[in-house]
């Protein structure tokens, strides 16, 4: 981009440009309806010949950001760009008058600008308009990054997102194909019976995650609040009322780190279905995130990072110390069962076992924590991680055979979690005593840990049905299907500290 001297000189003469066309008359009219689009005129015309397109004149009007512009003489060339495209303008005086050929020829680039004409093709076989009539409807007092180089500045993208969208075309496809991917998830779910609910965003208490909260006053109710960090429990009243499969896409907040994988504001997808288990869970989130790689790519071979994923044939499915013996044979040496082996291994590794999590942590805490600190990285192609120990899993239902093990997946796809899911506790009794040690772990220092819900338990009082719970992280979907690196890359506006 321009120097800052040169930048404010540019914007220094803009606005007085500016100032001369105010005083002309109305500077940014609104009074202008574009009928047709350089996207769908390109596809409709684009294999046209130039002989067809002269024997069949096509009057068009259009409207956009002009991106590039030639002035030659008396004759002028400019691409213009709207939502769908870019498409070339040709002016000459007696195309649109000396008069207005003159005004144009002091336009800048950025300045939005309609256009009326009939389309033809140059000797390049190039499609454009040749120009009756131009307008400029919006002044752009800020020049645009450099024609060649775009905005290539990290920071600048994700704070100026407008700037980064209008010259950066691969920018546009990815928030083109988070809206493809979204759009094909809930016709995936709608197709399957399930309801798309909505729930608060404000909640009395926070809960169904294992997360650190937003807090806020509520000034009317004279309140504490907090932003949601899951919808969870909301949705799982939904289902003893009487609903039996809901889903939700959801906005959840945790005030945790910022990292490549991590952002404080993200998208959830949520869903719950009454009669199902996990097992039925795991099947349907394959075919879910198999449906929406189909939808929006085309295959199931999806290339991410230089590596070749392959969501088209079944997913892996591990346990715990199944994933560490698969991926760190070097721990068949060492018993999985051995607390103070554990410990002693933890340690070595640098894990902080007096952290609150982990402060006096079970065997399987301790397995699960030996499992994040070495495999869960290595974890590229689709795998569930199933069988979650009950302490760290305080919603999930307990296995009817194997007490301390509960009915839980996670799914690893690039070596991050992609999703969490179980069959839901629905047991009021279990799930009060779960709290009640949720809320002795939070008095001990843990801030992540949850709060006692009591109406919750109220709802579960009246009874749920067995059901089956799981939630999709739509900003990490969207990285795999979009072969982006970068979490930031796939919001639109990501949090960022505040520029001054």
């Given at each position: 981009?321009?120097?800052?001297?040169?930048?404010?000189q540019i914007?220094?003469?803009?606005?007085?440009k500016?100032?001369?066309?105010?005083?002309?008359?109305?500077?940014?009219?609104n009074d202008?309806?574009?009928?047709?689009r350089a996207?769908a005129?390109?596809?409709h015309?684009?294999?046209?010949?130039?002989?067809e397109?002269?024997?069949?004149?096509?009057a068009v009007?259009?409207?956009?950001r002009?991106?590039?512009?030639r002035?030659?003489?008396k004759?002028s060339f400019?691409t213009i760009?709207?939502?769908?495209?870019?498409?070339?303008?040709?002016?000459?005086?007696e195309?649109?008058?000396?008069?207005a050929?003159?005004?144009f020829?002091?336009?800048?680039?950025?300045?939005?600008?309609?256009?009326?004409?009939?389309l033809f093709?140059t000797?390049?076989?190039?499609?454009?308009v040749r120009?009756s009539?131009?307008r400029?409807l919006?002044?752009?007092?800020r020049?645009?990054p450099?024609?060649?180089?775009?905005?290539?500045?990290?920071?600048?993208r994700?704070?100026?997102?407008?700037?980064?969208?209008?010259v950066n075309?691969?920018?546009?496809d990815?928030?083109l194909a988070?809206s493809?991917?979204l759009?094909?998830?809930?016709?995936?779910?709608?197709?399957?019976?399930?309801?798309?609910?909505?729930?608060?965003m404000?909640h009395?208490?926070?809960?169904?995650?294992i997360?650190?909260?937003?807090?806020?006053?509520h000034n009317?109710?004279?309140?504490?609040?907090f932003?949601?960090?899951?919808?969870?429990l909301?949705?799982?009243r939904?289902?003893?009322?009487g609903?039996?499969?809901?889903f939700?896409?959801?906005?959840?907040?945790?005030n945790?780190?910022?990292?490549?994988?991590?952002n404080?504001e993200?998208?959830?997808?949520?869903?719950y279905?009454?009669?199902?288990?996990?097992?039925w869970?795991?099947?349907?989130?394959?075919?879910l995130i198999?449906?929406?790689?189909?939808?929006t790519?085309?295959?199931t071979?999806?290339?991410?990072?230089?590596?070749?994923?392959?969501?088209?044939k079944a997913?892996?499915?591990?346990?715990?110390t199944?994933?560490?013996?698969?991926?760190?044979?070097e721990?068949e040496?060492?018993?999985?069962?051995?607390?103070?082996?554990l410990?002693?291994?933890?340690?070595?590794?640098?894990?902080?076992?007096?952290?609150?999590?982990?402060?006096?942590a079970?065997?399987?805490?301790?397995?699960?924590?030996?499992?994040?600190a070495?495999?869960?990285?290595?974890?590229?192609?689709?795998t569930?991680?199933?069988?979650y120990?009950?302490e760290?899993s305080?919603?999930?239902?307990?296995?009817?055979?194997?007490?301390?093990i509960?009915e839980r997946?996670?799914?690893?796809?690039?070596?991050?979690?992609?999703?969490?899911?179980?069959?839901?506790?629905?047991?009021?009794e279990?799930?009060?005593a779960?709290?009640?040690a949720?809320?002795?772990?939070?008095?001990?220092?843990d801030?992540e840990?949850m709060?006692?819900?009591?109406?919750?338990?109220r709802?579960?009082?009246?009874g749920?049905?067995?059901?089956?719970?799981?939630?999709v992280?739509i900003?990490?979907?969207?990285m795999?299907l979009?072969?982006s690196?970068n979490?930031r890359d796939?919001?639109?506006?990501?949090?960022?500290?505040?520029e001054?």
């Open positions: 981009m321009a120097s800052a001297d040169d930048e404010n914007i220094a003469e803009r606005r007085a500016l100032a001369q066309i105010r005083a002309a008359g109305i500077a940014f009219p202008y309806r574009p009928e047709h996207g005129l390109a596809e015309f684009g294999a046209k010949s130039r002989e397109l002269a024997g069949e004149p096509v009007t259009l409207a956009g002009m991106m590039l512009k002035v030659q003489g004759a400019a760009q709207d939502g769908t495209g870019r498409i070339q303008l040709w002016l000459n005086d195309g649109i008058g000396a008069d050929h003159e005004a020829k002091h336009w800048d680039l950025g300045d939005i600008v309609s256009a009326e004409g009939t093709k000797m390049k076989g190039e499609l454009s120009c009539a131009v400029l919006a002044k752009s007092l020049p645009l450099d024609k060649f180089h775009g905005l290539v500045d990290q920071e600048l994700y704070r100026q997102r407008y700037v980064d969208l209008a075309a691969s920018t546009r990815t928030f988070r493809a991917i759009h094909a998830m809930r016709s995936f779910m709608l197709s399957h019976r399930f309801l798309e609910v909505e729930t608060p404000l009395m208490i926070p809960g169904g995650a997360a650190r909260p937003f807090a806020t006053h009317a109710l004279d309140q504490q609040m932003l949601r960090i899951a919808p969870e909301y949705l799982k939904l289902i003893v009322g609903f039996e499969r809901v939700e896409v959801n906005r959840n907040f945790r945790e780190g910022i990292s490549q994988r991590h404080p993200f998208t959830m997808m949520e869903f279905a009454a009669y199902t288990d996990y097992q869970l795991m099947n349907f989130t394959e075919q198999r449906d929406a790689a189909i939808a790519t085309g295959d071979l999806v290339p991410y990072q230089g590596t070749a994923i392959d969501l088209g997913f892996d499915r591990l346990t715990i199944g994933a560490i013996l698969k991926y760190a044979p721990y040496a060492m018993r999985l069962d051995d607390i103070a082996a410990r002693t291994e933890l340690t070595r590794l640098g894990v902080n076992l007096d952290a609150p999590q982990l402060r006096g079970g065997l399987g805490a301790l397995q699960l924590a030996l499992f994040e070495t495999v869960e990285t290595l974890l590229v192609q689709p569930f991680i199933i069988d120990p009950i760290v305080p919603l999930a239902r307990e296995s009817d055979t194997r007490p301390g509960t997946f996670e799914l690893f796809i690039t070596g991050r979690e992609l999703a969490n899911g179980f069959s839901e506790l629905n047991d009021p279990d799930q009060a779960r709290f009640r949720q809320v002795a772990a939070k008095e001990a220092g801030e840990a709060y006692y819900d009591a109406d919750f338990i709802a579960l009082e009246y749920m049905p067995p059901t089956g719970g799981c939630g992280g900003d990490r979907l969207v795999l979009t072969d690196a979490i796939v919001i639109l506006f990501p949090a960022l500290k505040r001054d």
